[in-house]
């Protein structure tokens, strides 16, 4: 999501209505809640039990609920196999989306390799590099090709979603690239804020910085424990 919007459209077949961003980014953890619940065979839920399980408040998780047209029953709580059609429906996850991944090196490559995307209905159609050494070869069970068939590629097999998985240097030229060729959202994997129009949906990945608030707070426990931390000017990392 652009920094620059506070909620995100979704539509439905049925209705158009505006969910905050907040509860957008909480759909997909009920999602996946609730997908493990049904593999164990449970078929109802209340809110109560869906807050512990995605360590929210009871209260967030009816209110999220809610804007999918969800109230659950007085003392019943929620089907679970509704639910999941319910959040499916409104992430727009009841059809399969074609994804193109710009950089086939490491991370690009094992992007395309992971399972995990067709299992959740994003299929790549195509991973693109700028190095000719690379194009032809096979990522993701596809093979390479040239990022100047990009815009071709997009057209060609109605890809809305882009990833990028460049170096830093070159993520904002390949954001841009993504853009003209017509791509509305974009998971941006480099190290780098992206400056993008304001109708362009981006999510960023970024391990480091995650690792770095953990680090945060395993300092704050050695802090509480008294234990000592030296620290050397010279090995600070921004
Ligand atoms: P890599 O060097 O193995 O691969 C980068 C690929 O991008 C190369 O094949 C290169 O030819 C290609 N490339 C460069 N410029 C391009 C352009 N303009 N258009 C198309 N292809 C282009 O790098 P690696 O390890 O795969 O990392 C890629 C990016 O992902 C880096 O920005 C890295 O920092 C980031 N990264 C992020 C992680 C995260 O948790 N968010 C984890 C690992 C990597």
Redesign the pocket.
């Known amino acids: 999501m652009n920094a620059r919007s506070n909620s995100v459209e979704v539509m439905t077949t049925a209705s158009r209505r505006r969910i905050p961003e907040a509860a957008v980014i909480r759909l997909p953890l009920y999602l996946r809640i609730l997908n493990d619940l049904s593999a164990d065979n449970c078929t109802q839920i209340s809110s109560d039990q869906l807050a512990v399980l995605a360590g929210q408040n009871a209260a967030k998780v009816r209110k999220d609920l809610s804007y999918l047209g969800s109230y659950g029953t007085r003392g019943v709580g929620y089907d679970v196999s509704y639910l999941l059609y319910q959040i499916q429906r409104e992430l727009g996850l009841n059809k399969s989306w074609p994804v193109v991944i710009?950089?086939?090196?490491?991370?690009?490559q094992a992007l395309g390799n992971y399972g995990g995307l067709s299992e959740r209905g994003f299929v790549v159609a195509a991973v693109?590099?700028?190095?000719p050494s690379?194009v032809g070869s096979v990522a993701g069970g596809v093979r390479v090709s040239h990022?100047d068939d990009l815009p071709l590629i997009v057209q060609s097999k109605g890809v809305s979603i882009g990833i990028i998985?460049?170096?830093?240097q070159?993520?904002q030229?390949?954001a841009d690239l993504l853009v003209r060729a017509g791509v509305g959202s974009i998971l941006n994997?480099?190290?780098i804020i992206l400056n993008l129009p304001a109708e362009i949906h981006i999510r960023k990945?970024?391990?480091?910085l995650e690792l770095q608030i953990l680090s945060y707070h395993e300092q704050c426990r050695m802090d509480a424990r008294g234990v000592a931390v030296v620290s050397d000017p010279e090995s600070v990392i921004a």
Do not use: C, I, R, T
Not at 165 to 168: D, I, L, Q, T
């Open positions: 710009v950089g086939a090196g490491n991370l690009g693109v590099d700028s190095d690379k990022v998985a460049v170096p830093a070159y993520a030229s390949a994997f480099a190290p990945v970024d391990m480091a």
